[in-house]
């Protein structure tokens, strides 16, 4: 059973800074990979970063440049560093681990999570 923890949302102001935090449990890294996506309300889900198959950081449009996926294997946990942040960029951020057969681990952050394996959320505010 996955188990992800998401901490570090907030409220801040246009150009502020936030870092996200997951802890994960109840994954394997060979089967899983980890990322984050978003849901603002009304809306569908959004990829925001991703750990692809081939390992590399893979960002949506919208963050690239602003957003830094990170993760530390040995320690299950999953960070994202978002700066220079927008109104825009509300919503509600999840940590999420699907198995590395999915859209998600292929296709990066143009795909969103399916599998239902992801956390509680955070909420995420930036006012302008």
């Known amino acids: 059973q996955v188990q992800l923890v998401e901490s570090g949302g907030g409220s801040v102001q246009a150009g502020g800074s936030l870092r996200l935090s997951c802890a994960a449990s109840?994954?394997?890294?060979?089967?899983?990979?980890m990322g984050w996506f978003r849901q603002a309300p009304g809306k569908e889900r959004e990829g925001v970063a991703v750990?692809?198959?081939?390992?590399?950081?893979n960002y949506a449009a919208s963050v690239k440049g602003r957003f830094t996926i990170s993760q530390d294997i040995a320690k299950s946990t999953l960070d994202l560093q978002m700066n220079s942040l927008k109104p825009e960029d509300t919503a509600t951020y999840y940590c999420?681990?699907?198995?590395?057969?999915?859209?998600?681990?292929?296709?990066?952050?143009?795909?969103?999570?399916?599998?239902?394996?992801w956390g509680q959320g955070t909420q995420v505010t930036v006012s302008s």
């Open positions: 109840g994954y394997t890294f060979s089967t899983h990979c």
């Open positions: 999420a681990a699907e198995r590395r057969d999915s859209p998600f681990c292929f296709n990066g952050a143009s795909s969103t999570p399916q599998s239902g394996d």
């Open positions: 750990f692809d198959n081939d390992g590399r950081a």
